[in-house]
C-alpha cells in the first residue's frame, strides 16, 4: 500500500470508528440525562445529594488507581503484540491473569476502604458536612464499592475488545450504567430514599459488564485461573501502568480536594459542580473520548513502526477535528446552558436557585472544554510510545495549580471558583504537554493546528451572533422555550457552518471525505 493509500484508509478508519463511538457515547449521554431529569425531580439540590456525589470519590479514586485508564493504556500495547504474533492463546491468557489481579487487588482496597469509611469521610472526603450527613456518605461508599469491584473486571474486557479493535459494545456499556440508576430512582428510591440510588448504580455496573459478553465470546474468551506474575508480559503491563495509574490518581485526588473545599461551601454546591461538570462531559466524552479512544491503537502500532510522519499527521488532524467540535460546543454551554438546564431539569424537587447554581458551574468548567477533550488525544501521544512518566510529572503540576487557585478562587467565586480553576488548570497542561511534544517530534504541525483555531473561532463568533440575536428576537415575540432553544441552536449551527465553508477550513469536509475514502489533507 503506498504512504498515500494508506493515509487515507486511516483516516477512513478513524472517522468512522470515531463516529461510532461518538453515536454510542451520546446514547449514553442521553441515559445520563434521563438519569439526572429523575434524580433531580426527586431530590432537588441539597444535602442528600451531596452525600451520595460525595460517597462516589473513593469508589472513583480505587478504581482509577486498579483497573482505570492506566489499565487500558499499559494493557493494550501488550495484547496486541500477541494478536499481530497470532498467538491468541497467549492474549486470552495475558487477559485471565490481569482480571484475576485487579479482583484481588480492587477486593483488598475496597474492604479496607469499606471499614474506615466514616472517618474517610469525616477528615478527607467531606469536612464541611454534617455528622449525620457524614454517616449517610460512609454507608452509600460502602454500597458504591461493589461497583468498583465489578467495574474493574468491566475495565479489562473493554480493554480486550479494543485489543481487537471492537469498539461497539464497549461503547455501549456507559449507555448501560445510568439505567440501572434510573431503575434504582423509579423503584427503590420511594422506598429506599438516596440509598436506592447507590443500588442502582451497583446495578448499572453489572449491565456495563454483561454487554459486552456477546463480543468477548465471538473473539473466543477464554479464563485461567492464573496471575502470572513472573511472566515478561504481565509484568511489563504492570510496570507501564505505574506511572499512569499516578497520573489518574492526581485527577481523582484533585477532585476529591474539590469536594472537599465544595463541602464548606453552601448546601447543594458539591451536587451543582457535579451536575456542572457532567453537562460538559457529554460534549468532552462523545468528541475528545471518542477520538482519543479510537486514535489510541493507530498512534501505537504508527509508534512500534517507528513512523513519525505518521504520528505527527494522525495528532495534528484529529486535533484539529478535535478543536473544530468542541470550541463551538463550549460556547454553546455558556450561550445556552441555563435554559437548557431549566428545560431539562427544572421540577419538582429542584427549581430555579438550583438551575442557576449548576449553570453557575457549567459555564466556568465550559472554558476548560477544548482543553479536556484535547488531553484525550495527546495524552494518548505519549502514551503511545510508551512514555507515561512525562505526562504524570506534568499532571501533579496541573493538580497543585488546580488546588491553590480553587482556594483563592472559591472565595471570589463560591462553587463557580472551583469550576473555573479546574479549566485554568487543564488549558496549562495541555499547552505544556503539546510544547513537550513539538520539541520531542520536531513538529506536531503547529501552524495548522492554530490556523485551524483561528478559523473556527471565528466561525463560533459568527454563530454567537446570531443565538444571542434570535435569543432577543424571540424574547420580544414571545416564543415559548423549547421553541426559542430550537430556533437559537439551528440557526448558531447553520452559521457555523456555513461560517468555516467561506472561510475554507478543512475539518468541515475531514469526515464525510474519510467515509467516502477521500483524503482532504
Not at 427503590?188 to 446495578?203: D, M, R, W
Not at 510496570?239 to 447543594?268: E, K, Y
Request: with cysteine; hydrophobic share 60%; proline share 4%.
Amino acid at each position: 500500500m503506498t504512504p498515500s493509500a494508506e493515509h487515507t484508509a486511516r483516516n477512513r478508519h478513524l472517522a468512522r470508528n470515531t463516529l461510532l463511538v461518538a453515536a454510542s457515547f451520546g446514547l449514553a449521554a442521553a441515559g445520563g440525562l434521563l438519569r439526572n431529569m429523575i434524580i433531580a425531580r426527586q431530590f432537588g439540590l441539597g444535602a442528600e445529594l451531596d452525600a451520595y456525589f460525595a460517597a462516589f470519590r473513593l469508589p472513583d479514586l480505587l478504581f482509577t488507581i486498579v483497573a482505570g485508564g492506566a489499565l487500558a493504556t499499559a494493557f493494550i500495547p501488550i495484547f496486541a503484540e500477541f494478536l499481530s504474533a497470532g498467538e491468541r492463546s497467549g492474549a486470552w491468557r495475558l487477559a485471565s491473569a490481569i482480571t484475576n489481579l485487579v479482583v484481588l487487588v480492587t477486593l483488598g482496597f475496597a474492604l479496607l476502604v469499606g471499614l474506615f469509611a466514616p472517618w474517610l469521610v469525616r477528615v478527607f472526603i467531606a469536612p464541611g458536612f454534617d455528622p449525620a450527613q457524614q454517616s449517610e456518605t460512609a454507608e452509600l461508599m460502602r454500597l458504591l464499592l461493589l461497583s468498583t469491584v465489578i467495574f474493574g473486571i468491566s475495565s479489562v474486557q473493554s480493554s480486550v475488545l479494543h485489543g481487537f479493535k471492537h469498539f461497539l459494545l464497549p461503547a455501549l456499556a456507559p449507555a448501560m450504567y445510568p439505567l440501572g440508576v434510573v431503575l434504582g430512582a423509579l423503584w427503590l428510591a420511594p422506598t429506599y430514599g438516596i440509598k436506592g440510588l447507590a443500588i442502582g448504580a451497583v446495578a448499572g455496573s453489572l449491565f456495563h459488564l454483561l454487554v459486552k459478553v456477546p463480543g468477548l465470546i465471538h473473539f473466543g474468551f477464554h479464563w485461567w485461573p492464573v496471575l502470572d506474575l513472573k511472566t515478561r508480559a504481565v509484568r511489563s503491563v504492570l510496570i507501564l501502568m505505574g506511572p499512569r495509574i499516578l497520573d489518574l490518581a492526581v485527577f481523582q485526588l484533585t477532585l476529591v480536594a474539590t469536594t472537599n473545599l465544595a463541602s464548606r461551601l453552601d448546601a447543594g454546591s458539591v451536587s451543582a459542580l457535579e451536575w456542572g461538570w457532567d453537562a460538559m462531559q457529554l460534549p468532552e466524552t462523545i468528541i475528545g473520548t471518542a477520538f482519543g479512544l479510537v486514535a489510541f491503537p493507530t498512534m501505537a502500532e504508527l509508534a512500534a513502526r517507528k513512523d513519525m510522519a505518521g504520528l505527527r499527521d494522525t495528532l495534528s488532524e484529529t486535533l484539529r477535528a478535535v478543536c473544530t467540535l468542541t470550541i463551538p460546543a463550549a460556547a454553546g454551554l455558556i450561550l445556552l446552558g441555563r435554559p437548557l438546564l431549566g428545560l431539562l431539569y427544572q421540577r419538582g424537587n429542584f427549581d430555579a436557585a438550583a438551575t442557576e447554581a449548576v449553570f453557575i458551574a457549567l459555564r466556568f468548567f465550559a472554558l476548560g472544554l477544548v482543553a479536556h477533550a484535547g488531553l484525550e488525544l495527546i495524552a494518548r501521544a505519549f502514551f503511545a510510545q510508551k512514555d507515561t512518566v512525562t505526562p504524570l510529572l506534568i499532571a501533579v503540576a496541573a493538580a497543585v495549580m488546580n488546588i491553590l487557585l480553587s482556594i483563592i478562587l472559591m472565595q471570589l467565586l463560591g462553587h463557580g471558583g472551583l469550576a473555573l480553576a479546574n479549566s485554568l488548570a487543564v488549558s496549562a497542561e495541555v499547552i505544556v504537554l503539546l510544547y513537550v511534544l513539538r520539541k520531542r517530534w520536531g513538529s506536531i504541525h503547529g501552524r495548522d493546528i492554530l490556523q485551524t483555531i483561528g478559523k473556527v473561532l471565528l466561525a463560533t463568533l459568527a454563530m454567537s451572533l446570531v443565538i444571542i440575536l434570535v435569543f432577543s428576537l424571540a424574547a420580544n415575540a414571545e416564543f415559548g422555550q423549547i421553541s426559542t432553544l430550537l430556533a437559537a441552536s439551528s440557526a448558531g449551527l447553520v452559521t457555523f457552518v456555513a461560517a468555516g465553508l467561506l472561510l475554507r477550513e478543512k475539518t468541515f469536509k475531514l469526515i464525510p471525505a474519510s467515509l467516502l475514502g477521500r483524503s482532504t489533507w
